[in-house]
């Protein structure tokens, strides 16, 4: 079938191959490029962007206060919870029914 004299619809099979292969060389150097670009920015601009942030909050370092009240209270109290209870050898049995009052 042809519409110009020279011109035809017919895929030329002799070329099929290297027209995956071009295909393929493309994709192949499309992908290296986008690799590249996403390791260039991790290990690039990544580690420049955390040195300066480093940079900044070195900068602005403040010292904090401490309540010293404050401190010691939560010492002692997590030094109390840390000590073992004193159980007493007899306990109220809270499933059996006994009369507390006096006749």
Not at 81 to 91: H, R, T, V
Request: hydrophobic share 45%; no cysteine.
């Amino acid at each position: 079938m042809s519409l110009i004299k020279g011109l035809t619809l017919k895929t030329n099979a002799a070329y099929l191959p290297w027209k995956i292969l071009s295909i393929t060389l493309i994709g192949g150097m499309l992908a290296s490029v986008i690799v590249s670009g996403y390791f260039m920015y991790v290990n690039i601009y990544r580690t420049l962007d955390d040195a300066n942030t480093i940079v900044v909050l070195n900068a602005n370092e403040q010292l904090d206060t401490i309540n010293r009240k404050a401190y010691d209270k939560a010492q002692e109290l997590v030094r109390t919870k840390n000590e073992s209870i004193i159980i007493p050898k007899q306990l109220r049995q809270i499933f059996i029914k006994i009369s507390t009052s006096t006749p």
